[in-house]
């Protein structure tokens, strides 16, 4: 039988390092510096809060409208609108 004490020199930053089957560690809420990381970043998250809001009304027959307007970019200066609606406006 094998004993290892760890040095606490050695031992890993957070406990993220020792166990691979843990969750991410948390984001920090912060505005993201770099223009086209802060793109990919909506661009991801936004899909996600589309996919959560088409799941919501699914699951529990409620009616959902998101409108979502991008930061500007060189592109479009004033920013990009999105929008969702599970059911027609008119209704």
Do not use: W
């Not at 691979?20 to 802060?38: C, F, H, L, Q, Y």
């Amino acid at each position: 039988i094998q004993i290892f004490v760890a040095n606490p020199s050695q031992q890993p930053n957070s406990t993220h390092e020792t166990n691979p089957n843990m969750p991410p560690a948390p984001v920090k809420i912060e505005r993201i510096s770099g223009d086209r990381t802060r793109q990919n970043t909506f661009h991801k998250r936004k899909l996600g809060l589309l996919k959560k809001a088409i799941e919501l009304t699914v699951l529990c027959d409620c009616d959902i409208a998101i409108i979502m307007r991008s930061g500007p970019t060189m592109m479009c200066p004033e920013g990009k609108l999105s929008a969702y609606c599970n059911k027609d406006l008119d209704a």
